[in-house]
């Protein structure tokens, strides 16, 4: 599957984005989707996890978005979404959605060794 990110941009703190992973025309229904940051200087870190198992949703979160950010699915699963509220500086980096063509085990969701699709990246700027 070929995943296009997009909706990054230059924010104030405060502020809000909504970041968008969409998959080549394809659902993703079966997939676990992620998305990852890489802020300069810094290694890529986990920020948010989806998987579907049994017509359910588990959702996972990196401590430091918890209750500010939310990952979602649209409806034709084809798109993903980061739903990204009271941005900080500390949020600014490269964000990359990631797929696993499958159902990932709980503690291997946050690990980006595990996703083999990969999109583009999109840059997130949190201004002070």
């Known amino acids: 599957v070929q995943l296009q990110a997009s909706g990054g941009g230059l924010v104030q703190a405060g502020g809000f984005l909504r970041l968008s992973c969409a998959a080549s025309?394809?659902?993703?229904?079966?997939?676990?989707m992620g998305w990852f940051r890489q802020a300069p200087g810094k290694e890529r870190e986990f920020v948010a996890g989806?998987?579907?198992?049994?017509?359910?949703?588990?959702?996972y979160y990196i401590d430091s978005v918890k209750g500010r950010f939310s990952i979602s699915r649209d409806s034709a699963k084809i798109t993903v979404y980061l739903q990204m509220n009271e941005l900080k500086p500390e949020d600014t980096a490269v964000y990359y959605c990631?797929?696993?063509?499958?159902?990932?085990?709980?503690?291997?969701?946050?690990?980006?060794?595990?996703?083999?699709?990969w999109g583009q990246g999109t840059l997130v700027t949190v201004s002070s």
């Open positions: 989806i998987r579907w198992k049994g017509g359910y949703k588990d959702t």
């Open positions: 025309g394809q659902s993703v229904g079966g997939y676990t």
């Open positions: 990631a797929a696993y063509e499958g159902l990932l085990i709980t503690s291997s969701v946050r690990s980006d060794m595990n996703y083999g699709y």
